[in-house]
């Protein structure tokens, strides 16, 4: 073990810190830090400590975590004489050395791959001071190098936080002691997480690489780890560096952690956007149309079913028509259970361009996007509101989930259209959907098309079953979509189980279409 040195000596050991952006290092940096005992890690490769060190010709340690308040762990007052103005990159390197060593003789580094990328270049140029191989840059250049290899599972979270940070400029608790309290931040942006995902995946193939190359072996440190075990991580990346850790333990951490309800409400939508994926279609060929269907079935909808059963069975459902106090209370059972009604830029279905352009390839029309991002007036219940009907909606039911359990519903009994159908009404020409979300169903379990037995009567909602004549029985299959016109007379089968995770759970989907347009219609010459 490493014992206390003489400020001023040059190092023995460095202990340097490779990791990404947004993977708890300045969590790890300032425990490190505060024993006194791992040098002083920070972002010395920032092109702003190069800059300053040409300006000055020397460097003062100055923590970004100082501004917390002005303690100074022990035997970190920062040693060495004054220094004349020297510009290049190795007497720059001498001075990080200087001011990030501890009076035990431990340095420390903490580098993001990009910023390695940064100097690079210079690093070549500076004569190797230890004995490395030729790929081990750090290493030949810091004594004693011990790397810690900081690593966060979560690549989605650690991006919504890169992006979040990013826009804001916030990038630790001590940047903002008001916790994000001074303005609105990013928007939501799927597309830029996205790529923050996989650049960051790129980043960490690059620091596995670079370990594979220099045949350096890393202490491998998790975000989840750190955070749920805080104490016992900074000793173990203590003894790892060979120093032992003080009787008096590991201070506690002054860093709050950044994320907050908004990261997991973007996590949870890009779950349901990646769930809501579809498998891929083929495009049409140019001038193709679609012919005109009336009944759609289409297997292996979605590219991951298991997400959106996932997603359906954390929502919150309402009880359409039974009051929910006597539903709660016990006097009344529920004969349906549905989501409630969430508007376009709540809902990461009705949000989905995917989603979206998926229908409108397989119905072959053009979506009504005016009516389908429409509201729906809901009482605190989940149920219309009085006078909903004065003024255009969205259907209620689009991209809901539903639970019927067994009310002892007969052959022929609730069937009805969706032209007439009040809640959820999309025309002639309209589509109703119903996407199946239950592993063990039974094939009966599906959807009825039937026809009035007096042609004339093919709109009356939900007569008596003598009324009706079964056309075709359709199975219920997990993640087969049964898109039909709203003008075809249906029922859903019986209902079964107890609970969301043993019943009939399944998505609908309502919607209009646009007229379509004439093929030989032409702009004329303006």
């Excluded at 916030?170 to 309290?181: N, Q, V």
């Excluded at 830029?345 to 979506?367: M, R, V």
């Amino acid at each position: 073990m490493l014992d206390e040195r003489t400020p001023g000596r040059p190092p023995h050991t460095s202990m340097l810190i490779c990791t990404l952006p947004r993977s708890g290092s300045w969590l790890l940096a300032e425990g490190l830090w505060r024993t006194g005992l791992a040098g002083r890690p920070e972002e010395y490769f920032r092109p702003d400590w190069f800059e300053r060190f040409q300006r000055a010709g020397r460097l003062a340690f100055q923590h970004r975590l100082h501004r917390l308040d002005r303690w100074e762990p022990p035997g970190c007052a920062v040693p060495g004489p004054p220094v004349q103005p020297r510009r290049g990159f190795g007497p720059f390197l001498a001075e990080v050395e200087r001011i990030g060593t501890t009076a035990n003789g431990v340095f420390g580094l903490k580098c993001h791959w990009g910023q390695l990328c940064q100097v690079t270049p210079q690093l070549r140029q500076v004569p190797a001071r230890c004995p490395a191989g030729p790929a081990d840059l750090l290493g030949g250049w810091f004594r004693g190098a011990r790397y810690v290899r900081l690593v966060r599972r979560d690549k989605l979270r650690q991006a919504i936080s890169l992006h979040r940070a990013a826009a804001t400029n916030i990038w630790s608790s001590s940047d903002d002691p008001g916790h994000r309290a001074a303005g609105p931040g990013p928007c939501y942006d799927r597309g830029r997480i996205d790529e923050l995902v996989e650049r960051l995946r790129r980043w960490e193939a690059a620091w596995d690489r670079y370990f594979e190359t220099c045949g350096a072996g890393p202490l491998v440190v998790t975000y989840e780890e750190l955070t749920s075990n805080y104490h016992t991580t900074i000793s173990r990346v203590l003894r790892h560096i060979g120093v032992r850790p003080r009787a008096a333990g590991v201070p506690a951490p002054r860093l709050r952690k950044m994320g907050d309800a908004v990261t997991e409400a973007w996590a949870g939508w890009h779950a349901a956007e990646t769930a809501s994926r579809v498998t891929a279609w083929p495009a049409a060929g140019k001038g193709e149309t679609p012919m005109r269907s009336s009944v759609i079935i289409v297997d292996n909808f979605y590219a991951n079913p298991a997400a959106v059963r996932d997603y359906a069975l954390k929502q919150r459902y309402c009880y359409p028509y039974q009051p929910e106090a006597d539903v709660r209370a016990g006097r009344r059972r529920a004969s349906w259970m549905a989501t409630r009604f969430k508007a376009a830029g709540e809902c990461p279905f009705k949000s989905s361009f995917e989603l979206i352009g998926a229908l409108e390839y397989l119905t072959g029309d053009c979506i009504d996007l005016d009516q389908w991002n429409l509201p729906f007036p809901v009482n605190r219940e989940g149920k219309p509101r009085p006078g909903y009907r004065r003024q255009p909606t969205s259907c209620l039911w689009n991209c809901c989930f539903h639970f019927k359990p067994d009310t002892g519903q007969e052959l022929g009994e609730g069937v009805h259209n969706h032209v007439v159908d009040s809640w959820n009404a999309v025309g002639e020409d309209g589509w109703a959907g119903l996407l199946y979300l239950s592993p063990d169903a039974p094939l009966r379990g599906g959807l009825k098309l039937w026809r009035n037995v007096d042609p004339t009567h093919n709109y009356d909602w939900m007569t008596a079953k003598e009324n009706w004549e079964l056309i075709d029985d359709l199975g219920n299959v997990p993640n087969r979509l049964l898109l039909c016109r709203g003008s075809i007379p249906h029922s859903g089968a019986r209902g079964w189980g107890a609970s969301l995770t043993d019943g009939r759970l399944y998505q609908t989907f309502f919607f209009r279409v646009r007229p379509p347009v004439p093929r030989d219609s032409v702009l004329a010459p303006v």
